[in-house]
């Protein structure tokens, strides 16, 4: 049996990795559960599932998640260093399925202890990228992709080397908003950018697919992965979501991974890995599907792609400020304090004032800069937030 452990069980991530679990129970021993506000789920599955430990991200859950696993054998914990205290439990294989920059510590533990990673989570490497490249090389730990993009570059690489690499493309479906007139934009709802053409995922990945900051992040994660410069990758606009990325190799020739748009094929490849098991995905029919289209991203409509790009220049804790901004850029949208647009410029206008600031960007990166970097960012989006209302 396999140790194994889910941070942020109970998101789109999360219930993907348990359905695969589920199927073959006997194989897995659970050693930590973890969500948020959802205890109910949380609780039903942990009980389920069997698992050592049950922590809810929010300490004034304690009591609910407790009263919800009462006599079941499970542990219950609650909050941030709960959170890393559950990453320190020994484990095979760990998810890391949290959202946002909060994933960054529990999977910061998971590499300290030697453990394998699973990685969701692609704020981690947006954030800490080299810092936590180096904690996985000094502890003989093991990061692998789950982000369908990098999952698909991962299996295009399998026996090739690094260095007849020559670029690395990344798809995108261009989310909810690819059709619409660049002047609608301004206009667009968070009811409106939360639904997705392909991918069933969680609401802050789905207005970020809409945005396109989350190919802006995966630009970022493809750097910081695969360990090229930013002039390697390439995004490419493909609306049937279903080649997830491309390699381009020094000959001329390019591997292309498809499959269908189900999450559930990259985190079983990452849980069978290094072998392929059967995975419970639609089969593609391509004669069926008839045309596969691609085309090249317009930058005026996705700002965010640019921003990036500057960002994997500029390094340093640029990819903390990128991250925090867009993070509270967009608990703002969805709050309806700003509009869809304001998102992408306010983030720029973050990371020009980090500019002005002057060396902030270029501390060392640590944890400790990361998040206080994180803080700063967050907390000059709401100033730009209150300066533009006002
Ligand atoms: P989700 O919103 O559905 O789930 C997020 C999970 O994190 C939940 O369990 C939630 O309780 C937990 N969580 C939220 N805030 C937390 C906090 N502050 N501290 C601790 N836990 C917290 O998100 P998702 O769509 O499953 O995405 C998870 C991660 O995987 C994200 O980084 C996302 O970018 C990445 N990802 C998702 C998909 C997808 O198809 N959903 C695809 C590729 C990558
Ligand atoms: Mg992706």
Redesign the pocket.
Known sequence: MRKISI????????Q?TIDLIDRDPASYDVVAL?????IEKLAEDARRLNADVAVT?YEDRLDDLRTALAGSGVKVAAGQNA?TDAAARPADWVMS????A??LEPGLEVLRQGGTLAL????TLVCAGALVLETAKANNARLLP???EHSAVFQALVGEDMSAVERIIITASGGAFRDWPLNKLAHATVEQASSHPN???????TI?SASMF?KA?ELIETKEFFGVSPDQIEVLVHPESIVHALVGFQDGAVMAHMGAPD?RHAIGYALHWPDRKGLPVERLNLGKLGQLRFSEPDEARYPALRLARAVMERGGLSGAVFNAAKERALDRFVARDIGFLQMAEIVEAVLDRFEAAGGLIDAPLTLDNVLQTDHLARTWVDDIVIQRAG
């Open positions: 941070f942020g069980a109970t998101g789109s991530i999360g993907n973890t969500g948020g506000g959802n991200a959170l399925a949290i959202v946002g909060a994933g969701a989570n692609k704020e789950v982000d369908s991918w069933d995922m969680g609401q802050r990945i970020d989350n992040l999450m």
